[in-house]
Every structure is written in structure tokens, then in C-alpha cells.
């Protein structure tokens, strides 16, 4: 999201770029926080996550030796998010948390698992769809989102 430093104190503008800027945040709060939490799991070998890697082919040994590796993955991202979340890590964390929670439906777990898991995608992916528009003001103090044209190497500058 581009947030322009023009001028617009006591208008309502700013008070939707304020508003903008908390839920910017607080989604990068709440995909960090997932990560880094499944993280911290991987890395201690939960025992009921192995058979979401068995589905999949992989011996218990292999998940065992596969979820550390997965869990300093998830970790980064976190980290990632909260610094500096690039489209490319946005784009990673929808994926990899759509699929994990798809897979335990998969492995045979009800559906309501991948339901209840919602969250763990659909927050990365508002980020992802926030950080591709700008905020311009019009006439009247009104606020429109548009699609940015000419994107950035970086997703959602600090600000």
C-alpha cells in the first residue's frame, strides 16, 4: 500500500490512512504470529502433524527429519512479514498455509479442520491484496483504493 505523505491533517483522509495503517499491521501481527507459532511446533516434532506429512508419501522418519527444516522456514517468514513482507513471501505464505490446511483433510481429518483454519490463509492473502493498491483522495475528502500500475520490488513499504 502506498501511502502518500501529503498533508492531510484533521481531515478524514488521514483518518483512513490511519485506519488503513492499523490493519496493515495487525495483519502483519497475525501472519507473523501464526508462522512463528507453527514454527516453534515444527521445530519440536508435534507428533499429531506427522501423518500430514505421511499422506504425502514421506516415512515417519523422513517427516520427523522434515519438520525442523519446515519450522525454520516458517519462522523466517514470520520475521520476514513483520520487517519487510515482499510479494514473494506474501505469495509463500498463502500457499503453504492454504495447503497445509487443506491437508488434513486430505490425511482424513474432517473438513471442518481446513475450515477452521481460514484465518491462516485468508490473512496473508488481504495483506497480499492490501499491499497492491494506492490510497488517493478526491474531491469531498473521499478515499478510492486503485490497482497500482507500476509495482515495486517491495511489498508494503515501513511506514
Request: aromatic share 12%; hydrophobic share 55%; net charge positive.
Amino acid at each position: 500500500m502506498e501511502l502518500n505523505n501529503h498533508s492531510t491533517a484533521g481531515t478524514g483522509t488521514n483518518k483512513v490512512l490511519n485506519v488503513l495503517n492499523f490493519i496493515n499491521y495487525m495483519l502483519r501481527v497475525g501472519v507473523a504470529c501464526t508462522f512463528l507459532g507453527h514454527g516453534m511446533n515444527a521445530m519440536a516434532i508435534k507428533q499429531n502433524w506427522i501423518p500430514l506429512l505421511t499422506v504425502y508419501g514421506f516415512s515417519k522418519e523422513q517427516a520427523v527429519m522434515l519438520m525442523p527444516i519446515i519450522g525454520v522456514m516458517d519462522i523466517i517468514v514470520a520475521f520476514l512479514v513483520l520487517i519487510h513482507p515482499f510479494r514473494a513471501v506474501l505469495l509463500w505464505a498463502i500457499f503453504w498455509t492454504f495447503a497445509t490446511a487443506l491437508t488434513r483433510f486430505i490425511a482424513g481429518e474432517a473438513i471442518w479442520e481446513f475450515v477452521e483454519r481460514a484465518a491462516n490463509w485468508s490473512a496473508p492473502l488481504a495483506l497480499y491484496l492490501l499491499s497492491n493498491f494506492k490510497v488517493y483522495s478526491g474531491k469531498n475528502e473521499w478515499v478510492t483504493l486503485t490497482k497500482k500500475t507500476n509495482a515495486k520490488p517491495s511489498l508494503i513499504p515501513l511506514m
